[in-house]
């Protein structure tokens, strides 16, 4: 979490934490619901393997598949049923949420005993081998291009005054807005189809042996647990709650845990729906930018372009956290410069966008750069939805 270096596996992977997500849901967050279908590879064979690396005891009725639910048709059936109440770890888990939460423990049961084993979501935590260096100019790429631009302009026409009253409410720019929905998922277009409560189950009680796997699965069991206080306090059905392969949820993906903290019923219809309202979706990102240090009285762009002297003077200003902490003038002391003059009285950050074999590309940012990297822990992420909320903007008729 300090080192910026693991920010960017996370990207590797694609997987859009939303997740947005603290500390904790970083690497999970992701933005890769998008990856779902590639991941689809993993099938019953692996899963065995995958149980058995995790230790668990496990009794799988291997591929027997369970046909049903009420929203079949986009409900992701890669899973296979397993009976997680013969897990230990799942039965302490239901005793801690009837001792703690008040929760029936029949009723959750029944609802673990309906839980499916999502092999997918245990192939698609595991880090990305190590591979090329980091492209910003080909990160970009995915993410700036017509058909997201196309999207962008009919989502931000089609929703002008929920992102207009947003803008009032919370001091967050429309374009900023459009640029992580359209980041997370396209405008809604790819929200993912595993259902919340599957994967979770999968990645808080069988997780794959990685360095970082006990406080993994800390995180996933307590979002499990957020599924199911989220479900009751709102009265939702907990399986009709889908997202991706990670448990991100909605047009914004995030954690349930973040829906509970930083969600927004913002069309005011009594529930926060993060997956077909909007409003509900563009009211939740502002509320959580704002309460991640987004400034609204930072106006202008949240980044300037920069030159670095040759003295690599100020090479000790660079992975200084996700924090703006430098004073304008500790930055040109260190040769650092920007064409458009720094707002003085406020703090930067020096930011590094690696671009392979080609020359890195440096800028200045300010707190609501740093901001936009709470909800995915990446410089490549930040600047992704800058450049794609400007792009739309400029693409909308004036
Ligand atoms: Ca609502």
Do not use: C
């Amino acid at each position: 979490m300090k080192s910026f270096v693991p920010l960017f596996a996370a990207l590797a992977m694609a997987f859009s934490p939303v997740g947005n997500a603290d500390a904790a849901a970083k690497d999970s967050k992701p933005t890769s619901t998008k990856s779902t279908k590639a991941a689809k590879t993993a099938k019953a064979a692996k899963a065995k393997a995958g149980k058995a690396r995790a230790g668990k005891k496990v009794a799988i009725k291997s591929s027997r598949v369970i046909k049903a639910a009420p929203a079949a048709a986009v409900i992701d059936y890669d899973g296979e049923h397993s009976n997680f109440l013969e897990w230990q770890a799942v039965r302490e888990f239901i005793e801690e949420m009837v001792a703690r939460h008040g929760f029936e423990r029949a009723e959750l049961d029944a609802l673990f005993g309906q839980a499916r084993f999502i092999d997918s979501a245990v192939q698609l935590v595991k880090p990305a081998p190590p591979g090329k260096p980091k492209n910003w100019q080909a990160y970009r790429d995915r993410f700036i291009e017509p058909i997201r631009i196309n999207a962008g302009v009919r989502f931000w026409n089609d929703n002008a005054q929920a992102l207009a009253r947003a803008e009032a409410a919370y001091g967050v720019p429309a374009e900023i807005i459009v640029g992580i929905i359209g980041v997370e998922t396209i405008y809604g277009r790819d929200t993912g189809k595993f259902r919340v409560l599957d994967t979770l189950a999968t990645l808080a009680f069988a997780y794959p042996e990685t360095p970082n796997r006990a406080s993994r699965m800390a995180f996933f069991r307590s979002e499990l647990a957020n599924t199911l206080l989220f479900a009751r306090e709102h009265k939702v059905e907990p399986f009709s709650l889908l997202g991706s392969f990670a448990g991100a949820v909605g047009m914004p993906q995030f954690m349930p845990g973040n829906i509970l903290k930083y969600g927004v019923d913002f069309d005011k219809d009594g529930q926060i729906d993060l997956r077909t309202s909007s409003e509900d979706a563009i009211g939740s990102v502002a509320n959580f930018l704002v309460q991640h240090g987004w400034n609204p009285e930072h106006r202008g762009s949240p980044v300037y372009a920069a030159d670095v002297s040759p003295s690599q003077a100020w090479e000790p200003l660079l992975d200084r956290g996700l924090a703006a902490t430098l004073r304008p003038e500790e930055l040109r002391a260190a040769g650092v410069t920007t064409a458009q003059a720094l707002p003085a009285e406020r703090l930067y950050g020096l930011v590094n966008l690696q671009n392979g074999a080609e020359a890195t590309e440096y800028w200045v940012a300010n707190d609501n750069f740093f901001a936009i990297t709470k909800y995915n822990r990446s410089y490549f992420y930040a600047m992704s939805v800058i450049e794609l909320g400007r792009a739309v903007s400029a693409a909308r008729p004036q």
